[in-house]
């Protein structure tokens, strides 16, 4: 849905900064900027559930997370085969450490966020074998292999809301083609 909402971004203006959000993660102080930098940048360092405190691991890359547009156009966006929980965000670690080297982090004072009760998602099939391959599909899985139809617009004041169809038939394509590389390369 990132790779969605990036896509069409880009025909309402000229944003060169993107806010990688999960809807579930609240800001809980000011002064974590959104903006973006020379290297990509994890805002969301700890989590806060109720009572309990959560630090993310060193190379997590999601729940919040600035991205600039070549940046994220250079790796191709997120991969399109993970569906459920799970993968998707290391995935896109693994593509911007890959070609930029590093992600920066905010520090714990400044990257807290109230992550809200939710129920969760089920587990994306077959999410670690797909991450193991994630090198072998960037060039072919992501904003270029892209498929979906929007369905409805909603612009507000804050925010443009987009809902869409992904139909899911490039997901098929992509394992296809991932597992005739694989077959050509063994």
Request: hydrophobic fraction near 30%.
């Given at each position: 849905?990132?790779?969605?909402?990036?896509?069409?971004?880009?025909?309402?203006?000229?944003?060169?900064?993107?806010?990688?959000?999960?809807?579930?993660?609240?800001?809980?102080?000011?002064?974590?900027?959104?903006?973006?930098?020379?290297?990509?940048?994890?805002?969301?360092?700890?989590?806060?559930?109720?009572?309990?405190?959560?630090?993310?691991?060193?190379?997590?890359?999601?729940g919040?997370?600035?991205?600039?547009?070549?940046?994220?156009?250079?790796?191709?966006?997120?991969?399109?085969?993970?569906?459920?929980?799970g993968?998707?965000?290391?995935?896109?670690?693994?593509?911007?450490?890959?070609?930029?080297?590093?992600?920066?982090?905010?520090?714990?004072?400044?990257?807290?966020?109230?992550?809200?009760?939710?129920?969760?998602?089920?587990?994306?099939?077959?999410?670690r074998?797909?991450?193991?391959?994630?090198?072998?599909?960037?060039?072919?899985?992501g904003?270029?292999?892209?498929?979906?139809?929007?369905?409805?617009?909603?612009?507000?004041?804050?925010?443009?809301?987009?809902?869409?169809?992904?139909?899911?038939?490039?997901?098929?394509?992509?394992?296809?083609?991932?597992v005739?590389?694989?077959?050509?390369?063994?």
């Amino acid at each position: 849905l990132f790779n969605i909402g990036f896509v069409e971004t880009q025909k309402y203006g000229a944003w060169t900064c993107y806010i990688l959000h999960d809807v579930d993660h609240l800001l809980t102080n000011k002064y974590n900027k959104y903006t973006c930098q020379d290297s990509p940048s994890q805002l969301s360092i700890l989590a806060i559930t109720g009572n309990k405190l959560k630090e993310r691991y060193w190379n997590y890359l999601g729940g919040v997370s600035a991205v600039s547009k070549l940046q994220f156009q250079t790796i191709n966006g997120f991969s399109n085969i993970y569906y459920g929980w799970g993968g998707e965000d290391d995935d896109l670690y693994n593509r911007l450490t890959h070609h930029f080297g590093n992600v920066t982090r905010r520090s714990r004072r400044v990257g807290q966020y109230e992550e809200l009760p939710h129920i969760e998602s089920e587990k994306s099939e077959d999410r670690r074998s797909k991450l193991f391959k994630w090198k072998d599909r960037m060039e072919f899985d992501g904003l270029n292999s892209l498929k979906y139809t929007i369905l409805e617009v909603e612009m507000h004041q804050l925010f443009t809301k987009f809902v869409a169809n992904t139909h899911g038939e490039h997901i098929d394509r992509a394992n296809i083609a991932l597992v005739k590389q694989i077959k050509t390369n063994a």
